[in-house]
């Protein structure tokens, strides 16, 4: 009869990030030796915990104990997301993405009423009709990986955040649904040198030839939403701070660039 080993980590733990992902994040995190400033000793395990809150989504109260204390994780987070830290290391993660096409999109989130209320009034949210929702915009490359993402409230539209989301990216190729056919839109992009595939609207006057074949791919940006909405923490939004709200989206997709599910 064989005995349970003592050292086996509790379930909470076991999405626990391995080391070959800890390997790639380690030299891209502030703390590190060889850096000006303080060693931090514990990056691994707040890396950990921040990812564990937005997998499951939970309060951080709730944070395991073997996490750290809850306040000083929730603290750092802001620190970080105040000073940038989670924008600067998921441009770092971005390496040879490929622009073959850049493809852009937005879904909503699904407000939760303990995000709402926020000091000074609700922040980056707009009432539609399922209540309250934020609205992510993304814009993903060609093997549907995250390159940037925007956070506005649910009623923006999803043509104004265009301009911001393929701005200096070098791409041939532009795919979008026709909620992005506009003049600006298409004009931007072929300045850019960026071939244009959007669908005209209905009640275009010129209607405008595009790649149907090539269009069909533009699915890969309803997969990002899809793999960033496996968290729950990003499926529905529970920060009353948009900024943190935008900091999460941000580290779900530094997660999807480390092969993280």
């Known amino acids: 009869m064989t005995t349970p080993t003592t050292n086996a980590l509790p379930a909470h733990r076991r999405h626990d990030i391995s080391d070959r992902v800890w390997l790639l994040l380690e030299p891209l995190l502030p703390g590190r030796r060889g850096v000006w400033g303080g060693i931090a000793k514990d990056n691994r395990l707040f890396i950990n915990a921040i990812f564990w809150i937005l997998r499951t989504g939970a309060p951080w109260r709730d944070l395991p104990p ?45 407000v939760h009423p303990h995000a709402a209320g926020a000091r000074g009034g609700n922040q980056a949210m707009g009432v539609t009709k399922g209540g309250l929702n934020s609205k992510l915009h993304l814009a993903v490359d060609a093997h549907g990986m995250p390159v940037r993402i925007l956070l506005t409230s649910g009623t923006t539209a999803d043509c104004t955040q265009a301009h911001a989301l393929i701005e200096g990216v070098n791409a041939l190729y532009l795919l979008a649904d026709r909620g992005y056919d506009s003049n600006a839109i298409i004009e931007q992009a072929k300045q850019q040198d960026m071939q244009v595939v959007i669908p005209p609207r ?15 791919h533009r699915h890969l940006v309803e997969n990002a939403f899809l793999q960033l909405k496996r968290w729950r923490g990003i499926a529905t939004r529970y920060a009353k701070n948009a900024a943190s709200f935008l900091a999460a989206a941000q580290i779900r997709c530094i997660a999807i660039w480390a092969h993280v599910l």
Do not use: S
């Open 202 to 216: 209905k009640n275009r006057k010129e209607r405008r030839e595009y790649d149907k074949n090539l269009y069909r």
């Open 66 to 110: 073997d996490y750290g204390d809850w306040k000083n994780t929730h603290r750092r987070f802001c620190r970080w997301r105040d000073k940038g830290v989670w924008a600067q290391l998921l441009e770092a993660l971005i390496t040879e993405p490929d622009f073959e096409w850049l493809m852009i999109d937005a879904t909503h989130a699904k």
